[in-house]
């Protein structure tokens, strides 16, 4: 059964930390990986697209990266600020990018304090 | 119920048609989102409800596009003369937030209305 796992389930962290979300997946075959943000009462909003031959990808404060090999994400935040805090979903496509081929994790909720 | 139900699941529909997508949300959940994936693209944000008002339509493409939720659990997503652009898979999902600055459970996705416009 394709499964995305997430951890933690929330966190909160002093403004200005930095921290790192953790994504574990079981889809098969393995298409993309990405990482959505969402901010309590809107909508997701893409932060980084991976594919299976990228280890490393960084957005501004936003570095993802991917091991293939054992299945994990993570997606690293630095120097937080209070706008990070929000929800952050982690999607494991298996190839078409339809709704039924897309595996999305629980997410967590990040929470920053000044 | 268990889980976010989602119907049809499949709707081929002629273009300039009409069409009614359904959402039943998990039972308690106050927030509902509609999103639309199309081909190669990412997720896209339509619409979010909280009960049964709709704070957020910031992302419906245009007035074709409407949405309403009763009683604040089903929920429906019309598509007025539908266009080929407009196929996509429609996705909808619910959750326990319940607004600004608080922290809900983890988003209950549905499985999706594959949309396709001939």
């Known amino acids: ?114 | 119920g268990a889980g976010v139900s989602q119907s049809p699941s499949n709707k081929v529909t002629e273009k300039g048609k009409d069409v009614e997508l359904r959402c039943d949300p998990i039972s308690g959940h106050t927030a509902l989102y509609w999103y639309r994936q199309s081909l190669g693209q990412g997720l896209e944000f339509l619409i979010y409800f909280q009960g049964n008002s709709a704070p957020d339509k910031s992302g419906l493409p245009s007035d074709r596009f409407s949405a309403e939720r009763t009683g604040g659990s089903v929920s429906t997503l019309t598509i007025q003369r539908t266009q080929q652009e407009d196929s996509a898979v429609y996705l909808c999902a619910s959750s326990l937030v319940s607004g600004q600055g608080s922290f809900g459970y983890g988003y209950t996705f549905g499985s999706g209305t594959r949309l396709t416009v001939v």
């Open chain 1, 1 to 114: 059964k394709n499964q995305v796992e997430q951890s933690p389930q929330s966190l909160i962290i002093l403004e200005g930390k930095n921290c790192t979300l953790q994504c574990n997946y079981t889809v098969s075959p393995f298409s993309n990986l990405r990482w959505y943000k969402q901010d309590t009462g809107r909508g997701p909003v893409s932060l980084t697209i991976m594919t299976f031959s990228e280890n490393t990808k960084s957005n501004g404060r936003y570095t993802a990266t991917l091991d293939a090999d054992t299945k994990q994400s993570s997606l690293h935040i630095t120097a937080s600020q209070l706008s990070d805090s929000a929800s952050y979903i982690c999607v494991v496509s298996n190839g078409s990018n339809a709704g039924n081929m897309l595996t999305f994790g629980g997410g967590t909720r990040l929470m920053v304090k000044p």
